[in-house]
Nanobody, 115 residues
Framework: QVQLVESGGGLVQPGGSLRLSCLVS????????MGWYRQGPGTPRELIAR???????NYLGSVKGRFTVSRVNLNNTAYLQMNDLKPEDTAVYYC?????????WGQGTQVTVSS
């Protein structure tokens, strides 16, 4: 049974930073493409960043240069470092592990950017 557990969300002021973590258990972490998605109020879930097994990354345009996705295979953990946060980044953030046709999801963690 593969499980993903996110942590690190919370309330932050505009311009602040947060780091999200996603711990994966029960599977072969190194083979997964790890993605971070978010879903704001009344909006569809969107992919914002991915890190592939060898470490290659890609980003949604609106977060590029502010967010950094990474992974530590030895720790079975993916990270999302978020800097210069804006109110429009407010959302529930979800971690995803993808391999071939299979997707696993975390429970989500709330990020609120507000003064």
């Amino acid at each position: 049974q593969v499980q993903l557990v996110e942590s690190g969300g919370g309330l932050v002021q505009p311009g602040g930073s947060l780091r999200l973590s996603c711990l994966v258990s029960g599977g072969d972490f190194a083979k997964y493409t790890m993605g971070w998605y978010r879903q704001g109020p009344g909006t569809p879930r969107e992919l914002i960043a991915r890190v592939f097994g060898p470490g290659t990354t890609n980003y949604l345009g609106s977060v590029k240069g502010r967010f950094t996705v990474s992974r530590v295979n030895l720790n079975n953990t993916a990270y999302l470092q978020m800097n210069d946060l804006k109110p429009e980044d407010t959302a529930v953030y979800y971690c995803n592990a993808h391999f071939e046709s299979t997707d696993y999801w975390g429970q989500g963690t709330q990020v609120t950017v507000s003064s």
